[in-house]
């Protein structure tokens, strides 16, 4: 009976999809996009890529991608999460279909710009 050599080349050795609950350690070594609640659609984008390159799995999506927010979207998120009460937590699904109708379209803000002003 041979035995297989072993993988001499392991970047991140403690991540194995194979595991029931594998770590948040990417396989690649791009660098997860940050949100501050501008350019969601941009943000999106780059966010869908990078699960899609790390075979990320569904129920790390939220977290991973809620350590990555910054400004109004984190203070969005606290309120999201709070908003929930005793739920569990939400899924990738729910989240995704949340987070545009907070962030989604960007308009002009004159009345900001105006109080920038002074």
């Known amino acids: 009976m ?7 080349y392991t970047p991140y ?3 194995s999809p194979n595991q029931n609950n594998p770590s948040l350690l ?5 660098e997860f996009p940050r949100f501050n609640g501008k350019g969601f659609q ?8 990078f699960f899609s390159f790390d075979e990320v799995q569904s129920q790390q999506k939220v977290t ?8 109004a ?3 969005w998120n606290h309120a999201y999460m709070r908003s929930r ?18 962030f989604g379209v960007e308009f002009d803000d004159p009345m900001s710009e105006l109080v920038s002003l002074r």
């Not at 990417?26 to 791009?30: A, E, I, Q, T």
């Not at 991973?64 to 400004?71: G, M, T, V, Y």
């Not at 990738?92 to 907070?102: M, Q, V």
């Open 2 to 8: 041979t035995q297989k050599p072993p993988n001499l």
């Open 73 to 75: 979207a984190l203070q």
């Open 64 to 71: 991973i991608a809620a350590l990555h927010f910054d400004d």
């Open 13 to 15: 050795p403690q991540y």
């Open 26 to 30: 990417p396989l690649s070594r791009v």
């Open 85 to 102: 009460n005793h739920l569990p937590s939400p899924t990738w699904k729910e989240c995704i279909y949340a987070l545009p109708d907070r």
């Open 42 to 49: 941009d943000w999106w984008y780059k966010v869908d890529q």
